[in-house]
């Protein structure tokens, strides 16, 4: 009689290797350069795709069933969340500008990171990478509904967000995060990954997460605090990815050392001017402070990213020679960004305000090699104006960097009254930068960085108006055209915190919560 | 250094002059008063008066700062390009040789802003 043999279930090993390289087949009649066309031209030399290690052992079927359970567990937290009203349980209404910056600065990215994986695994050979890359690229789009869904309940109280990816696209602070992020997926998959998956999740990102989060986590936002929780598995792998990579690309071949070393160089720079928006959200936006932007660069990037470059030394990295001059900028950084939404908070999607006394004593113990002297006299004669009903409102456009496309705020190096200004001439035209490093990038690739779309030159070109619009028109207001075409409504999405509609309501709906009225 | 590209990559720049409906840029920023947090960028004819970006366009810009009233405009020492520079009023932006997307800034002697901490 034939017994019937139970059919031995695969190892774990076993299973990753059928599930992911076992996927992978040798084209008989297509060339291989037809098949990755994208996978020379940036210079890389690769020899053995065998020789990559997979960082984690993940297979599609288990992402799939952990995933959906994480999800499972942050709706529920989220549901909890508002039905509760959670939304009056924050420290203050000015916590939600916090909120606001980061579904219009950040979420669209976690879109963007998905198409870019997306295009960058279908380009590599090796099933390994493309394998992690599918996983990342569905971790991104992932994120970006998540987070979506969080904020949408802010959404419907609170005022700047309701149009958050029209903003993204058209606000000219967002330009900023747009167009990093522009740059990375318009580069080659292997730039791409030295970018995003090494320089962004690896490098720089727990100067981006752990603020937002732990922020949120500090004042009382349950929901964003749910979402960073859920990501942070995601983020460990995506750290561990970013690594591998760069090993993998330096280990195959000497002559990649130069190539990798200037896109870490140029993707650090980057990835910290787009920080800013986080350094003034520390030190500024959450009304209870986690750490300072300062400090959070000390611990993040000077103490482990240095340790991560000693280890990279081997491979022949170094630290990138741009990490000095932000050392220089540390001191200044959040207060010069805070100062620009001061400025310009007509223009923009969430609301500034001065610092309260208190909050200027923590900034001078925090600072105080500059505070005082520098941002404290700026700040009181701004309080002292407001007060006296003449609220200060830059409303002249500012000069941008053709790079970074932040206005022209930073100091020089080492001496913080002077703006630092750079600049290029190339074929027949003049080019602004905000530092030796984004003029450096420009340089390198002037071609990419002519075509910048660049908020306030659009405007003054007439791109900036909804459809119809008559610029010369007799009383036209710029400004307010301006804010049409942004989806944003005058006196309601914009200005000072203290005029605000979401600080009215937040003080009448919390008072209904915890007094009887 | 060239960009990296399978095939030809030529563009044209996004902000050439003949895209700004018969204006050029300037942009002006003025030292030691940081309250302004970047200079700023104008988009103005060729043939305007130098003086009139003084009389017309600066108060605007710059009015609110308690400094801007007590400016003696004869005694401003003007940079172009970060290399020193003397304008005449009395002249258009092209006769003063300004072309698109030129810098200048102007110093002010004796005002360094809020207590004198260049803001």
Known sequence: MDMQVAKKKLGLKERYAVMTRGLDWKPSYQKMEDIYPYIAYEGIKIHDWDKWEDPFRLTMDAYWKYQSEKERKLYSVLDAYVQSNGHLNVTDARYLNTVKLFVSGISPLEYVAHRGFTHAGRQFPGAGPRVACLMQALDEIRHAQTQVHAISNYNKYYNGMHDFHHAHDRVWFLSVPKSFFDDAI?????????????????????????????????????????????????????????????????????????????????????????????????????????????????????????????????????????????????????????????????????????????????????????????????????????????????????????????????????????????????????????????????????????????????????????????????????????????????????????????KKNFEAWRGQATKNV | MAVAALKEYQFAPADTMDKFHGAQLLYIGWEDHLMFCAPFAFPFPPTMRFGDIITGVLPGAYGYHPDFAQIDWKNVYWFKSGTPWTPDFNKSLAENGLKHKDVIRFHTPGLHGIKGSCN
């Open chain 1, 186 to 502: 318009t580069a080659g998959p292997f730039e791409f990954m030295v970018a995003i998956g090494f320089s962004f999740e690896y490098v720089l990102t727990n100067l981006l997460f752990v603020p937002f989060v732990s922020g949120a986590a500090y004042n009382g936002d349950m929901g964003t605090m749910t979402f960073g929780f859920s990501a942070q598995s995601d983020e460990a792998r995506h750290m561990t990815l970013g690594l591998e990579v760069i090993k993998f690309i330096l280990q195959q071949d000497p002559a990649n050392v130069p190539i990798v070393q200037r896109w870490i160089d140029k993707w650090t720079w980057r990835g910290y001017r787009v920080l800013t928006l986080v350094a003034m959200m520390m030190d500024y936006m959450l009304p209870k402070r986690t750490m300072s932007w300062k400090e959070a660069w000390e611990i993040y990037f000077e103490q482990n990213g240095g340790a991560l470059f000693k280890d990279l030394a081997r491979y022949g990295i170094k630290m990138p020679d741009c990490t000095a001059q932000i050392a220089l900028e540390k001191d200044h950084l959040s207060h010069q960004a805070w100062s620009t939404f001061y400025n310009y908070a007509a223009a923009s999607n969430f609301h500034t305000w001065m610092p309260d006394e208190d909050e200027m004593a923590w900034l001078s113990a925090k600072y105080p090699n500059s505070f005082d002297k520098l941002y404290r006299p700026r700040y009181e004669f701004w309080r002292e104006q407001a007060a006296k009903g003449n609220r200060f409102y830059n409303k002249t456009l500012p000069m941008l960097c053709q790079t970074c496309q932040i206005p022209l705020v930073f100091t020089e190096p080492g001496d913080p009254t002077k703006i630092c200004y750079r600049e290029v001439d190339y074929k027949a035209e003049k080019y602004h930068f905000c530092s030796d490093p984004c003029k450096k990038i420009f340089e390198d690739e002037p071609e990419k960085y002519v075509q910048a779309w660049l908020p306030v030159h659009q405007i003054y070109q007439g791109n900036c108006f909804p459809e119809g619009t008559d610029p010369t028109a007799p009383g036209f207001d710029p400004l307010a055209a301006v804010l049409k075409y942004y989806n944003l409504e005058h006196g309601r999405d914009n200005l000072d915190f203290d005029v605000s509609e979401d």
